[in-house]
């Protein structure tokens, strides 16, 4: 499918192939083969891939699909709300927020679209109508833009931190204050590339969180995002020696994971505020606890034998209904 795309403007300057990476969400070396094979040309001039993109310049697309296994589908994932414009899923743990290199499990976009979601052709190909993720490891509410006014203003709400995401998250200790900002760039660990870490060379990334309860070996705490740097919440707790229960890569007490039945990190996106992107309206989808993380505040009880507070309790008797 051929498509035609003006040069962003934060790209001018840059080689064709770095931008081409940016645009399609691959590797440098990806895109350097879609230029070679003519699957990527600036219209009107001859670009190489080592080439400088001038203001003005209009890409072409004409992509090759790539010819991949069928995709299993993630029954279980629910839909917190739908409009014409987008829909916002109640994301499992297990499942990608789309399809890449290694992965062979369900994901968010491919189980939209074979339950015939209709879906923009906006954004990079395989991630198309998606303008923000969650990790596999973590579950909770993703929004999925359907519509191409949508995607547009969807995507700016996101970078510009309109949208108020906000996390529940169980940390290992009993944390010093009732609410505290963490503020400390995040970039890629020097020990694996999968791994991020505190560093003067990362991006800037700003957390704000509030205790919700405390059971003296773990405290569960609201978290919001000002910035969405990957794996913030867990780097960010890590980094002031409370790491996410049952997230042994940053951290996280294996012992306490199995007393707890957690075999990922206790992380879930609870809630998502927006304005609509066509009515204006100021719109909020409420998540629940899915039940291993619903089952390790229960094994805490057990411990702690405290009442739980009234919105964790809500949460958790809606999670068992659920």
């Known amino acids: ?76 994932m629910g839909i917190a709300y739908e409009d014409d414009d987008v829909v916002i899923v109640d994301k499992p743990v297990g499942v990608a927020a789309h399809a890449s290199a290694g992965w062979r499990g369900p994901t968010v976009l491919g189980t939209l679209l074979q339950r015939g979601v209709h879906i923009t052709s906006y954004g990079a190909p395989g991630r198309q109508g998606i303008v923000s993720r969650l990790d596999v490891g973590t579950s909770g509410l993703m929004l999925v833009c359907k ?18 995401k906000t996390y529940h998250a169980l940390v290992q200790g009993n944390l010093e204050q009732d609410k505290a900002t963490i503020e400390a760039p995040i970039g890629r660990a020097k020990v694996a590339d999968f791994r991020f870490t505190v560093t003067p060379a990362g991006k800037p990334a700003i957390t704000h969180w509030d205790v919700l309860r405390r059971y003296g070996k773990a405290t569960l705490v609201s978290v919001n995002l000002e910035t969405g740097r990957t794996h913030q919440i867990r780097v960010h707790f890590s980094s002031i020696g409370h790491p996410l229960a049952g997230d042994p890569m940053y951290g996280g007490n294996p012992v306490l994971a199995r007393e707890l039945g957690l075999d990922r990190q206790w992380l879930h996106s609870m809630k998502l505020e927006f304005r609509h992107p066509r009515t204006r309206i100021w719109t909020a989808v409420t998540s629940t606890y899915p039940a291993d993380l619903a089952h390790a505040l229960e094994m805490l009880d057990g411990v702690s034998g405290d009442a739980p507070d009234e919105e964790v309790g809500a949460a958790r008797h809606a999670a068992r209904l659920s």
Do not use: C, N, W
Request: charge should be negative.
């Open 1 to 76: 499918m051929s498509r035609v795309l003006p040069a962003p403007d934060a790209l001018i300057g840059r080689r064709f192939d770095v931008a081409a990476a940016k645009m399609l969400g691959v590797s440098r070396s990806k895109a350097s083969t879609i230029i070679e094979t003519g699957q990527a040309r600036v219209l009107g001039r001859d670009v190489s891939k080592s080439g400088v993109l001038q203001e003005g310049d209009v890409i072409e697309l004409d992509l090759v699909e790539e010819r991949r296994e069928s995709e299993p589908l993630a029954d279980e």
């Open 147 to 164: 519509s191409e006014l949508a995607y547009r203003e969807m995507r700016r709400q996101f970078a510009e931190h309109e949208v108020v």
